[in-house]
């Protein structure tokens, strides 16, 4: 199959970690993406790992890839106000397209 | 700074309306992908193309159809428009093989049919 699935909605106070989680069912996915959408936006790119990594880092950013599992996760740290947004994972294979997960929404409150 | 340019931010329509969603992008990418966003439903894939006139038909085709007569454009028509697509339509691009490039995304259309 090629669902990817994430829980709809997170709310994290100011300053604190954010975790935010996707699975997704097809282990020949090679790359993996992370997109940011602000209100009213289209999407955005935040970060990729490659299906032969475990972790990368990018600044607030660390992704963690579980391919036993096929469960990969986005930390963001020290959450901010302008990191509210909905936050799409994606899957590529050999194909040209990427399956989008359902997407998370993610609230920062003060 | 690279970009794909949707021509319309909001659009107001009446229920059989023909209804042209025009796309740009200037990256010499050969995919194209027309989406559409629903509150709970994530994006869904209406049409892509993988090259001047080729089209292929994503999960949600029913009610639209698409153009791609130059490489840099991808329009998404409506034949006949209803209110069930109300909807913020998300136009992207990419190169052949995504890799590390993911998509492009354009900032969105909402159109709402009346």
């Known amino acids: 199959g090629e669902d990817v699935e994430q829980s709809l909605f997170l709310s994290v106070r100011e300053g604190d970690s954010s975790v935010i989680n996707c699975t997704y069912t097809?282990?020949?996915?090679?790359?993996l993406y992370w997109y940011k959408q602000e209100p009213g936006a289209g999407l955005q790119l935040l970060t990729y790992?490659?299906?032969?990594?475990d972790m990368k880092q990018d600044q607030r950013l660390t992704v963690l890839l579980n391919k036993k599992d096929k469960h990969l996760s986005l930390r963001i740290a020290d959450t901010q106000t302008g990191d509210s947004a909905i936050y799409f994972c994606a899957e590529s294979k050999y194909t040209d397209k990427l399956i989008f997960g359902t997407g998370t929404r993610l609230q920062v409150f003060p | 700074d690279v970009k794909v340019t949707q021509s319309s931010r909001y659009l107001v329509k009446r229920t059989g309306e023909k209804v042209f969603l025009e796309c740009v992008q200037d990256?010499?990418?050969?995919?194209m992908f027309w989406y559409r966003q629903d509150p709970g439903l994530g994006l869904r894939l209406i049409y892509f193309s993988y090259d001047v006139k080729m089209k292929e038909k994503g999960d949600i085709p029913e009610g639209y159809s698409v153009s791609r007569e130059k490489k840099e454009r991808f329009s998404l028509i409506l034949e006949s428009a209803s209110t069930n697509q109300t909807s913020m339509y998300l136009c992207?691009?990419?190169?052949?093989?995504?890799?590390?490039?993911?998509?492009?995304f354009g900032s969105g259309t909402r159109l709402t049919v009346v």
């Open positions: 990256m010499d990418h050969e995919n």
């Open positions: 992207a691009s990419s190169p052949q093989t995504q890799g590390t490039y993911g998509y492009t």
């Open positions: 097809d282990s020949s996915s090679t790359y």
């Open positions: 790992i490659f299906s032969n990594m």
